[in-house]
T-cell receptor
Framework: DQQVKQNSPSLSVQEGRISILNCDYT??????FLWYKKYPAEGPTFLIS?????DKNEDGRFTVFLNKSAKHLSLHIVPSQPGDSAVYFC???????????FGAGTRLFVKA | DAGVIQSPRHEVTEMGQEVTLRCKPI?????LFWYRQTMMRGLELLIY????????DSGMPEDRFSAKMPNASFSTLKIQPSEPRDSAVYFC????????????FGQGTRLTVV
């Protein structure tokens, strides 16, 4: 039972264009969402987050959008750079507890 | 701070052997998590501790898996006996506070059971 789903295993984008990574969740108790980025042979690192009281959060080239009614969030990277090539994990949390559930990840390739 | 430190980085062991993975969280963090990454399931939460107490171990796949946190600066994940299907990358992460704070991950232990 996957509570957090990233249905695209991989995505390929040209340098300078927009990358859009999608994530769906099923548990309506989730009220905080995070994106992590992972390079090979390293642990995931935090990228950006959003609380359920917001529908958008922006940090430089990275923007996360949250659609609570659809239980869907997306990460936009504009413009995409070759250094953005990595695996991106969507994660969701119920702030009433301590548990954070991760999706399976999407591998992003940014071509120069 | 050096970040979350895991050891060993790589472990190759024979089926049936005991394996112990180690983690030193960031000083001052009060939550510690063990995750397993596989191609099929992505990052699975195995167990998490708060203030050294196991809060939820529902993600531990079988009784062969056990985890301890004897103090705030050390945790172990043990597999006994190990099986080839346990082969994966195991991550330890720590955070200060609850689920709405970012977690800091170690570099992981790549376990291969032959």
């Amino acid at each position: 039972d996957q509570q957090v789903k990233q249905n695209s295993p991989s995505l390929s984008v040209q340098e300078g264009r927009i990358s859009i990574l999608n994530c769906d969740y099923t548990n309506s108790m989730f009220d905080y969402f995070l994106w992590y980025k992972k390079y090979p042979a390293e642990g995931p690192t935090f990228l950006i987050s959003i609380s359920s009281i917001k529908d958008k959060n922006e940090d430089g080239r990275f923007t996360v959008f949250l659609n609570k009614s659809a239980k869907h969030l997306s990460l936009h990277i504009v413009p995409s750079q070759p250094g953005d090539s990595a695996v991106y994990f969507c994660a969701a949390a119920d702030t009433g507890g301590f548990k954070t559930i991760f999706g399976a990840g999407t591998r992003l390739f940014v071509k120069a | 701070d050096a970040g979350v430190i895991q050891s060993p980085r790589h472990e190759v062991t024979e089926m049936g052997q005991e394996v112990t993975l180690r983690c030193k969280p960031i000083s001052g963090h009060n939550s510690l998590f063990w995750y397993r990454q596989t191609m099929m399931r992505g990052l699975e939460l195995l167990i998490y501790f708060n203030n050294n107490v196991p809060i939820d171990d529902s993600g531990m796949p079988e009784d062969r898996f056990s985890a301890k946190m004897p103090n705030a600066s050390f945790s172990t994940l043990k597999i006994q006996p190990s099986e080839p299907r346990d082969s994966a990358v195991y991550f330890c992460a720590s955070s200060f506070g609850a689920a709405n704070t970012e977690a800091f991950f170690g570099q992981g232990t790549r376990l291969t059971v032959v």
